[in-house]
């Protein structure tokens, strides 16, 4: 757990210890871009799923699946700056750990789906799959597992 110590004693993590301007910043980022990613994510899904029928799977499928993509990104830096503040504490919190878990199954539920011949045919012509409306579905319930779990960090006893 030496690199937990060395990560909470770095100069991003001091400035964020410091001032609580920056701390609040960073956390309305991470804030916007999780709005960002289930923004993007939910009516994705959701379309797969059979609502929206009326939107072309075609373009929402690429977009969409873009849009959580940057969202993503923006999130994993945001959090990695936040988790820095108390790393040790946060490592040791089940809630902080199951949200991990969870982003972790969800990044791998998407990298799997988009790597699939069932993704690159919704996008060519978009053709729902029984197998594209499962990944929805875990997408769905991990992602949201993901948020509350986040949320519930700070009510778990440290």
């Given at each position: 757990m030496e690199w937990l110590q060395w990560l909470s004693a770095t100069p991003l993590a001091e400035a964020l210890k410091r001032s609580g301007t920056l701390y609040m910043l960073v956390n309305a980022g991470h804030i916007l871009s999780i709005g960002l990613i289930v923004g993007a994510i939910l009516p994705l899904d959701l379309r797969l799923l059979?609502?929206?029928?009326?939107?072309?799977?075609?373009?929402?499928?690429?977009?969409?699946?873009?849009?959580?993509?940057?969202?993503?990104?923006?999130?994993?830096?945001?959090?990695?700056?936040?988790?820095?503040?108390?790393?040790?504490?946060?490592?040791?919190?089940?809630?902080?750990?199951?949200?991990?878990?969870?982003?972790?199954?969800?990044?791998?539920?998407?990298?799997?789906?988009?790597?699939?011949?069932?993704?690159?045919?919704?996008?060519?012509?978009?053709?729902?799959?029984?197998?594209?409306?499962?990944?929805?579905?875990v997408s769905i319930c991990v992602w949201i597992g993901a948020v509350l779990a986040g949320r519930w960090i700070a009510f778990v006893a440290e």
């Amino acid at each position: 757990m030496e690199w937990l110590q060395w990560l909470s004693a770095t100069p991003l993590a001091e400035a964020l210890k410091r001032s609580g301007t920056l701390y609040m910043l960073v956390n309305a980022g991470h804030i916007l871009s999780i709005g960002l990613i289930v923004g993007a994510i939910l009516p994705l899904d959701l379309r797969l799923l059979g609502l929206f029928a009326g939107f072309p799977a075609t373009v929402l499928g690429p977009f969409l699946s873009r849009a959580a993509a940057v969202g993503v990104v923006l999130a994993i830096a945001t959090g990695v700056c936040l988790f820095s503040v108390r790393p040790v504490e946060y490592a040791a919190n089940p809630a902080f750990l199951t949200k991990m878990a969870l982003l972790g199954l969800a990044i791998v539920n998407a990298a799997l789906l988009h790597a699939s011949r069932h993704w690159s045919r919704l996008s060519t012509d978009g053709t729902v799959t029984p197998a594209v409306r499962a990944f929805a579905l875990v997408s769905i319930c991990v992602w949201i597992g993901a948020v509350l779990a986040g949320r519930w960090i700070a009510f778990v006893a440290e």
